[in-house]
């Protein structure tokens, strides 16, 4: 879902469960719009986060943007863990 208010409600409605990380999952080669994402809603979900996208500049929006160690996971098995 490409909706940037929507995606931060979901994120503020999961932000307490008991979890050692969350997966972030889209299939949306959008880099600015996951770039926007990542700065929003690490400060809320305050956990790791995995990062699985099907598309290579989503992955790399998504790592730039992140202040943190992150999994990552795309189909094509080119990465496995970016630090």
């Keep these: 879902n490409e909706n940037l208010l929507e995606c931060i409600d979901k994120a503020y409605d999961i932000s307490e469960k008991n ?3 969350f997966v ?3 299939k ?4 600015d719009f996951i770039s926007q994402l990542i700065n929003q809603i690490q400060d809320i979900l305050r956990k790791p986060l995995i990062f699985e996208f099907e598309n290579e500049l989503s992955i790399n929006a998504a ?3 992140y202040c943190g160690i992150a999994g990552v996971y795309n189909y094509d098995h080119k990465y496995s ?3």
Excluded: C, E, Q
Aim: a positive charge; zero cysteines; hydrophobic letters at 45%.
């Design 28 to 31: 949306s080669g959008n880099a």
């Design 81 to 83: 863990v970016k630090i």
């Design 19 to 21: 979890v050692d990380s």
């Design 63 to 65: 790592i730039r943007s």
């Design 24 to 26: 972030l999952s889209f």
